[in-house]
């Protein structure tokens, strides 16, 4: 009886029958695994919040960081390479030209890439050239040549150079033992120092002579025409540069009387503006020199060196729009309206005055009819005589 009620009991606890102790065996197990799953998970979430707090930090770390690095960068930077961001287009020839020898001494690191720069390492290439050339020349043919460059006339460095070997090759052993040279060196220095005529320096001579005081003198007068001959020299110079500092100051002048001009001028041709453009290109195709004059060695402009190309065919055509616009008066010829009738007139003028015509019949002219035909006939004389 005990029995069954015991069972009574289990079954009144346990109406389903399920396996009481196999689950308390399942439920620790799940327990024991729950708290380990939040030991886990708090390990997990313990470094992350200590991760978060070290990012916060590690961005200031980070800045700092990376200003020091580019400190360094900046101080093992070389200065140099941030002349230029980009690479010029001249580079290419630049370097070639180094590489082969025709720019020797020109330093690429110290160019600035561009083109002016460029020009002015091959004048200094040239000169440097030039220099080495009077160099190795004989020291009378240097000075000549370094004087001439000055400025210096020719004529007056030769006579100079001629009066300087003389008297160096005179010695006061040989100037005593001879007569006649001591009387050419005395009649040197009167004529440079007085102004006595050779009849009165003769005499004087003669009377130092008679009086055995001439040996004396010419040595005396030896010493001083070499002063004087050297006197000379730096007063050529001297006029030289003053000469090139007027020549100078008086192209400046030119330069600025000419760009001032240029400037206030509104218009050529009647009716059409002259833009800032042209008046640029203008005053860059007169003042810019683009090529030197094979027999003078002076600068050419780009005017000057279509003229030398063909002088006969510019002087035509200049002389055609001279005439066309009546002295460069009358631009009507070159406007749509007058461009017919101002063409026809002057056509017809010159056809009136065809020489091989021995009637000539008169046509329409312009009022000033015998001007015209003097100055048609000029030129035509002007291109027989070249």
Known sequence: ?????????????????????????????????????????????????????????????????????????????????????????????????????????????????????????????????VNSYKEQLDPRAKWLIDNMDEGVPLESLLEVDKQRVSLDSITEE?????????????????????????EAIEKYINRLEAMDEIADEAKSSLGELRTINQQKEEQLKEQAREQQEQMQKQQQEALESFKNTLTKKEEIVPGIKLSDVMKESIEKTITTPVAVDPQTGAPMNEIAVARSKDPVNFEINLAYIYKATKGFQDWSVFNSAGKKSALKEFEDAARGLDSGSKQQQRINRPAADEDLKEQIAQFANFGKKY
Not at 109 to 120: A, F, I, K, S
Not at 174 to 198: C, G, H, N, P
Request: proline share 5%; glycine share 6%; aromatic share 6%.
């Open 1 to 129: 009886m005990a029995g069954e009620e015991n069972k009574q009991e289990e079954v009144l606890d346990n109406p389903f029958n399920v396996n009481l102790d196999l689950l308390q065996d399942m439920g620790g197990a799940m327990f024991e695994s729950t708290e380990e799953t939040e030991e886990i998970e708090d390990k997990i979430e313990t470094p992350e919040s200590d991760n978060q707090e070290e990012n916060q930090e590690q961005p200031e770390n980070a800045s700092e960081q990376q200003d020091e690095e580019n400190e360094e960068i900046e101080d093992n930077e070389d200065p140099s390479s941030n002349d230029t961001e980009k690479p010029s287009p001249f580079t290419p020839f630049a370097k070639l030209a180094v590489e082969e020898g025709v720019l020797r001494n020109f330093n690429l690191e110290e160019w600035d890439g561009t083109p002016e720069g460029l020009v002015n390492g091959m004048n200094k290439e040239i000169q440097y050239g």
């Open 174 to 198: 040989a100037l005593v033992e001879d007569s006649k040279m001591q009387k050419d060196i005395l009649t040197q220095y009167y004529k440079e120092t007085t102004k006595f005529s050779d």
